[in-house]
């Protein structure tokens, strides 16, 4: 059950992620203290399968 509960939270939150490449730019400038443009292109190496 605890399993399922966590699977659930992070595709959530991968898909929130995926939605907007410029709100993951400002995220990382914000949590790192970085300067990346905000028009940065964004890759996702997702390590595990997606369902």
Known sequence: MTTTIYQI????FKKILTL???AVVNLINGLFGTNY???STVDYN??????
């Open 9 to 12: 939270y992070d595709k959530i």
């Open 37 to 39: 443009p905000p028009g």
């Open 20 to 22: 907007s490449a410029t």
């Open 46 to 51: 997702w390590t595990e399968a997606d369902d």
